[in-house]
């Protein structure tokens, strides 16, 4: 099969599209799926530095999400079969491939009316959007929320899922192109932050400052967060795009707030509310609430240009790749 492999980490040039990589074999919990396309996120860019928080095993076939046609399943799987079209979470490799074989429990089922360009779209950067707000920080109809990176592909699905619970949301973002698109999906304010100190312009706008931060950019953005944070006021920190974040103790005093840290391999298995995420987030796609911003598609074979804008910050809301995008 055709896979995009890293053997080491490193710049845009180790990701090599091969045209003959063994397909993956089918384990008793298995479900190998034909992909259609692969979801992009930024987490590939930090695995294909040797950046990411774990680093995995190399060489390995990159990209952790995907949509395709269940092609089959192993002796133990009850809840899929061969035909069925679903949705993958691969974890930290196999989904930019022709097959990826993923645990059933990694499967996500899609409504038959949500095509499979959507569906590639939509598991990784909506599910971790919903396991933020509603699972850490539980967020209450008329809370502010501040949403880092709002017009990034976790950001927009934040910021639209903020609203539908009730919440006022500011973002940051670092271009007025990128602003203007947050804008339209529901952020009220949006604050270009390589113009403005953003802890400065939260408090402008909300005097108490926020009840919620979603920060997937880390060590920048400490400062600035304390700043903005309200009383009693909760940082959920998911990413760490410019760095691992360090936070005083005495700062988070100083305002009785709290910092937690999210990631979206602790909801998966948490059955109950996984199950419930997946439900809550395919309608909302489904009766257009939550909108899906395709920002860019690429081939296979322009997976180094696909990095480039990701590392970039070219890119807006999601990008895919194509795999056998004929698959219906
Ligand atoms: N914890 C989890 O389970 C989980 C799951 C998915 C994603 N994530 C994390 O969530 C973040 C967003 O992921 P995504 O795939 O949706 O990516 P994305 O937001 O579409 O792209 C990254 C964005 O981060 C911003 N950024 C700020 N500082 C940056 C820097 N130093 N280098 C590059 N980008 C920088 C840029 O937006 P601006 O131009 O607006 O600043 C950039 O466009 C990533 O950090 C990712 O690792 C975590």
């Known amino acids: 099969m055709r896979a995009v492999v890293v053997e080491t980490p490193g710049d845009l040039d180790q990701l090599r599209l091969?045209?003959?990589?063994?397909?993956?074999s089918v384990g008793d919990n298995d479900v190998l799926v034909r992909t259609a396309y692969a979801g992009m996120n930024f987490m590939e860019v930090l695995i294909r530095r040797g950046d990411y928080l774990r680093n995995p095993k190399y060489p390995l076939i990159l990209g952790s999400e995907a949509s395709g046609i269940v092609e089959e399943v192993g002796s133990?799987?009850?809840?899929?079969?061969?035909?069925?079209?679903?949705?993958?979470?691969?974890?930290?490799?196999?989904?930019?491939?022709e097959y990826v074989c993923v645990e059933q429990t990694h499967v996500v089922p899609i409504p038959d009316a949500m095509d499979l360009r959507t569906a590639a779209a939509y598991p990784l950067q909506v599910l971790t959007g919903w396991g933020i707000l509603f699972a850490s920080a539980r967020i209450q109809e008329g809370d502010w929320v501040l949403v880092h990176?709002?017009?990034?592909?976790?950001?927009?699905?934040?910021?639209?899922?903020?609203?539908?619970?009730?919440?006022?949301?500011?973002?940051?973002?670092?271009?007025?192109?990128?602003?203007?698109?947050?804008r339209e999906m529901g952020c009220e304010h949006v604050i270009n932050y390589t113009q403005q100190d953003f802890g400065r312009e939260v408090r402008k706008i909300v005097p108490e400052g926020v009840n919620v931060i979603c920060d997937s950019v880390g060590k920048v953005n400490v400062i600035g967060n304390l700043r903005a944070i309200a009383?009693?006021?909760?940082?959920?920190?998911?990413?760490?795009?410019?760095?691992?974040?360090?936070?005083?103790d005495k700062l988070l005093w100083?305002?009785?707030?709290?910092?937690?840290?999210?990631?979206?391999?602790?909801?998966?298995?948490?059955?109950?509310?996984?199950?419930?995420?997946?439900?809550?987030?395919t309608q909302w796609i489904l009766d257009g609430r939550l909108k899906l911003h395709i920002g860019q598609e690429y081939d296979l074979s322009e997976v180094q240009e696909a990095h480039r804008a990701l590392e970039g910050r070219q890119s807006i809301g999601k990008l895919l790749l194509r795999i056998n995008s004929e698959l219906k």
């Open 76 to 97: 133990a799987v009850t809840d899929f079969k061969a035909g069925d079209r679903v949705a993958v979470l691969s974890g930290d490799r196999g989904c930019y491939a």
């Open 254 to 281: 100083g305002r009785s707030c709290g910092i937690t840290m999210n990631g979206l391999y602790h909801l998966v298995p948490h059955r109950r509310e996984f199950t419930r995420a997946v439900r809550e987030t």
């Open 18 to 24: 091969m045209d003959s990589v063994e397909r993956p």
């Open 149 to 182: 990176a709002c017009a990034g592909g976790v950001g927009l699905a934040l910021v639209q899922m903020a609203r539908i619970a009730g919440c006022q949301v500011i973002g940051t973002t670092s271009s007025e192109d990128k602003a203007e698109l947050a």
């Open 231 to 248: 009383n009693f006021g909760l940082i959920v920190v998911f990413g760490y795009a410019s760095g691992e974040p360090k936070y005083d």
